[in-house]
């Protein structure tokens, strides 16, 4: 089953998509996409994931 979310993950100096995409596999298994919403002290991601 795809599922969609947003989660929040540290912002480091020099980000990138790699970056972004191994944050991303901590949290779950399978990500299909996904995309930077917001820019603060954290990254805010989009994400859509199979469960």
Partial sequence: ?????????????DFDNLYVEQELSKIFKSVIRWAIVDINDDLTVSVSFEE
Avoid: L, N, P, R
């Fill in 1 to 13: 089953m795809i599922k969609s979310g947003i989660v929040k993950i540290k912002k480091i100096d």
